[in-house]
């Protein structure tokens, strides 16, 4: 915490602003003033000498944007990075993801794992993210000790899953770690993750509705990410994924559906309808071979589409600057047209959209007064980010997270000039290096 | 220059050592001899001391690996970075870039743009790379003082250009430099740059094919970038533009092919038979919003493909990490089939691949005895680095352009821990940045 001595705690000074408010154009030499977690005040940067503050960040050459989110992961697979590439889907998800989740998976792992995550998202950007693993209290003690923002879920299945042998206990134990973590902290979240229309049975799906209702709390799911999701639901029940979710009643403003990448127009339709929440994971779907979702009719449609890294099994890393300019440039190619999905519309999904995503639109996602401090500061003083005509093509297209240099989270600075300052990143790194050493393909 | 009273120029200590060589599995605490720009020896990390050297490179922790080659750009369109994106591609070309390119490329633009480009490659692994562009003898100047090695090559179209304003003389200009700088450094090679079968004349193009090959030097040509380059070539010569170009007698070993999207399977063929090398630019070509190659296809009939980041005007950086990155990826979506270009393929296309495109396969391109040193290290003691299973997915599918540490280019160290050595980066950034002022949208 930052003594309150001063009158402010933090103020910016210079630097281009992106507000990511609609209709606000970049500022150009601001200062921002930060105090009590919030955003205090937007000016242009005076002459006068700078208020009494504890803490004063020059950001002359850089930029200075709310700080990414991060709308789909499993931020413990940090553990699994690079274990299983280049297989076919199956393969790599029956016979080296799952066993290694079995056998590996632990209190221990999940929580240094979820700080070797907390580490990475800080360190590119991101300030709030969405999780869904197991052992998921221990992602929520990591991100407590980081000071991130988070919606963290328990992850559940119909099988034997890690921490819950029981499938028929699975929303015992989700249940008791919503009612155990949901007045934990302000900036987390518990919450539900149902793996997949697959892997969940009706019942499943209509109790973890049932209880996110009841706690007013988001629901999340994998929503149509394989042709054979597809398949085997209409061979169930006689519906497509969305058709047979909306069945259950299950599509609401509430749910999160990650990936949806095999949706025709009817279900894009239904989704619009009922307000459900899209998170995109290009580079995961990429790598795992799937298909191209249809991002940018959702957009049109009034969808709200957030972007998502999905773990580090599949991506490899946590890089939202990286998924950004893959969303771009993969909307592009998809439809032939460059026009679509520009820089600064790219840089709204990873930000504002990222927070309708989750519903804290109100708290965070642009940078207004009143607004949660969670700002990043990106340094344009490098070869890669010189020259500048247009901030938002600099940051989606020439950008990666590496050029991140502060960042603030609720008004608390937790990397200074590429310096954590919430974590020990030498400690966490040597710790998850050792315990790789018995993990192996 | 390294002084020479000591046995060696630099020992390379410790660290995992991607050689790069057909059949050479990673190998784990090396020792790497660098001695007179060459390697000189290779082999396990030594309990006895260090021997006599220059210098020594501490890499543990760190991935050592042949030099990136960037088999396509044009280094000075780094001044136009970000300076018109989102555009359909005739207006983006005609409308912005062409003009801006008349009205600001001068040799002094040139020059500092081109010196920009090569802090960025060389900071990104970047050691050897192909340029086609204006008052290219600037970029010559550039490269020297940088100490990259490259195949610069003067362009050549049918209209004014810049330094070439009478198009009746663009072949007497690029003889011209050809001659001046073809004993100039052991590292640059002149080559010339003909624009595309449709900016060049079939007598443009024929006369850039026997002054290359009087010169025994590669020549570059942007193909089949575009469909209406396909189209309009039909219509014109009444065959398709690989047809085209052999019917010129241009098709051989020494042709390097830009892009190469629109191919039909004869065309494909026709590659392969020619030896034609082919430079592959995924970003470019997906932020224009044009098609898929068919690289898989390409690979699998013989042809050498190497990787191309293209010019800054529609990428918009110059790191081939997240070329690597977005070729295996875009392969895998484009076929469905998450197999296809694994992460060790792709390196290998930004190594080996790179110095067959370039003829300098016996060069560079590995790390073996006898070969030019032409080395990076990547550091992995970060948290996206962290932990390690496969080297190679780490480098492809987690690192950026920003974890290299340390590049070596001909012996002699050019970035030693993230520091520049042959130039100064502040006054390069600064001075482009004073130049990008008078250029706007």
């Known amino acids: 915490m930052v003594g309150s001595k001063k009158k402010f705690d933090i103020i910016i000074e210079g630097g281009t602003l992106l507000t990511m408010v609609d209709g606000e154009e970049p500022m150009h030499n601001v200062r921002v003033i930060i105090s009590g977690g919030r955003i205090e005040e937007i000016s242009a940067r005076q002459d006068s000498p700078i208020p009494e503050t504890n803490e004063v960040i020059n950001a002359e050459d850089a930029i200075i944007l709310p700080g990414l989110i991060n709308t789909h992961g499993h931020s413990a697979m940090t553990i699994f990075r690079g274990i299983a590439d280049d297989l076919p889907l199956k393969k790599w998800l029956y016979d080296h993801i799952f066993p290694a989740e079995a056998k590996y998976l632990n209190p221990d792992t999940v929580y240094w794992a979820s700080l070797l995550a907390c580490l ?17 209290g221990e992602t929520i003690r990591a991100t407590d000790k980081a000071g991130m923002r988070a919606l963290v879920a328990q992850g559940v299945l119909d099988f034997p899953a890690p921490g819950v042998p029981d499938p028929k206990k699975n929303l015992d134990v989700a249940f008791e770690f919503l009612e155990k973590w949901i007045n934990f902290s302000d900036l987390i979240t518990p919450g539900i993750f149902c793996h997949s229309p697959l892997t969940c049975s009706a019942g499943t799906l209509l109790k973890a509705h049932e209880i ?61 309808k009922r307000h459900v929440k899209i998170a995109h994971c290009p580079e995961s779907n990429m790598k795992l071979g799937l298909s191209i979702p249809p991002v940018v009719e959702m957009l049109e449609k009034g969808i709200t589409v957030g972007l998502g890294t999905d773990g580090c099994a599949s991506n490899n890393n946590l890089d939202l600057f990286g998924e950004m300019d893959t969303t771009s440039k993969l909307a592009k190619i998809a439809n032939l047209d460059p026009t679509l999905l520009d820089a600064r519309t790219v840089l709204k999904m990873a930000t504002v959209g990222g927070a309708k995503v989750i519903g804290l639109e109100n708290r965070v996602g642009t940078i207004e007064p ?7 500061i990106v340094d344009t003083n490098t070869p890669h980010m010189t020259p500048i005509y247009n901030p938002y093509s600099q940051l989606v297209y020439s950008a990666t997270g590496g050029d991140v240099r502060d960042v603030i989270i609720n008004g608390e600075i937790v990397l200074r000039e590429r310096q954590f300052t919430t974590l020990d990143s030498d400690d966490i790194i040597s710790e998850v290096k050792s315990l790789s050493r018995s993990i192996g393909t």
């Open 370 to 376: 009143g607004k949660k401090a969670d700002i990043i």
């Open 120 to 136: 990475e998202m800080i360190a590119s950007g991101t300030t709030t993210f969405v999780d869904g693993y197991f052992f998921a």
């Open 212 to 272: 996110s209702n009841r706690f007013r709390l988001p629901l999340q799911i994998h929503l149509s990410e394989t042709q054979e999701e597809v398949t085997e639901i209409k061979k169930r029940t006689g519906l497509r994924p969305v058709f047979y979710l909306d069945d259950l009643g299950l599509l609401n403003s509430r749910l999160i559906a990650a990936h949806a990448i095999y949706l025709n127009e009817e279900e894009i339709d239904l989704l619009a």
